[in-house]
């Protein structure tokens, strides 16, 4: 059955690390007894992935539910950046916290089903490759197809809208009406509110202090939501481990009173037996008294016999 190193690479990236060496070399050496040499020497060369991004494939591959919705937020939160809507910003950060804390947990109880539990180490490198998802179309394609060997790195924050970047130097600016205005007729435009014969009055455009002031404040809000969303992503890590150390203490717990349960039962069951022997054995001490006695009195009247034979023998 002819093979491609696509089908190939779906199949090895949805097993479990430690089986992936074993099964890449297994498929290399079927395509090489096929005559594919070159398609051998690709999959020989697909690396292992690393727990976090295995992690992630997984999310992807059990959970394909989940990854529309990812990838519209990213889309949501790159174009309020470029819009520098501080309202809308708050809002999806709130929305990204949430969704990531969420999707990190998931990821972190599909290893475990996996029969591969992973710490609280790996659930945050799953996350940053989320933030990574959010931040940045190609991560998230990458994420999106299931086949990451390392979990992605972001940078912090988003990229800035190309309003933001500074305008190089000699290029011309381009007029209310479209056309470019070169540096020696700048002094047409001096004074926007001036109008010219004939001309109407014409809204004066936002200055440069005002307009630079206003991105400043923008980017600033942006980085603050950002840091705050980094703090609160904090605190539900350690809260999760709080609850986890928690879960663990209740788990032993409950085995404990398991435990003690059964001794309780076995104990119980013992004082049941030890009674029924102690009935048993007062039962046997009342027979045996009673045969004593029974004895005592046959000898008694055997002696009284032995006597007065022995006085009729003496008359």
Not at 182 to 205: F, L, N, S, W
Not at 283 to 294: P, S
Request: without cysteine; glycine residues 6%; hydrophobic residues 35%.
């Amino acid at each position: 059955m002819p093979v491609d190193l696509d089908s190939v690479a779906d199949e090895l990236y949805g097993l479990r690390p430690e089986e992936f060496v074993a099964a890449r070399d297994r498929r290399a050496r079927d395509a090489r007894e096929a005559g594919e040499q070159a398609l051998a020497k690709e999959i020989g060369a697909l690396r292992r992935p690393s727990l976090a991004a295995w992690a992630g494939n997984l999310l992807v591959r059990r959970r394909p539910e989940e990854v529309e919705p990812l990838l519209g937020l990213g889309e949501e939160l790159r174009r309020a950046h470029r819009e520098l809507d501080g309202t809308r910003l708050r809002e999806l950060a709130r929305r990204q916290g949430e969704v990531i804390g969420a999707l990190g947990r998931q990821a972190r109880r599909l290893a475990e089903r996996e029969g591969h539990p992973v710490g609280e180490s790996v659930q945050r490198e799953v996350e940053e490759t989320l933030h990574a998802v959010l931040a940045d179309p190609e991560a998230a394609r990458a994420w999106a197809a299931g086949r990451l060997v390392k979990p992605l790195r972001s940078t912090f924050g988003f990229p800035q809208a190309d309003v933001l970047e500074p305008r190089p130097s000699g290029v011309p600016r381009r007029a209310a009406d479209g056309h470019q205005e070169e540096d020696g007729h700048r002094e047409e435009r001096e004074d926007p509110r001036r109008e010219k014969p004939g001309d109407t009055a014409v809204e004066p455009a936002e200055d440069e202090p005002a307009r630079r002031r206003r991105i400043k404040e923008a980017r600033q809000a942006a980085h603050d939501t950002e840091g705050d969303l980094r703090d609160r992503e904090a605190e539900a890590r350690s809260a999760d481990a709080d609850a986890e150390t928690a879960r663990d203490r209740v788990a032993g717990a409950e085995r404990r009173v398991r435990e003690l349960r059964a001794e309780l039962r076995l104990a119980e069951r013992q004082q049941r037996q030890a009674r029924t022997d102690e009935r048993t054995a007062r039962e046997r001490a009342r027979r045996a008294g009673r045969a004593v006695r029974e004895a005592r009195r046959h000898a008694e009247t055997a002696a009284e016999r032995v006597e007065r034979l022995a006085a009729d023998e003496r008359d």
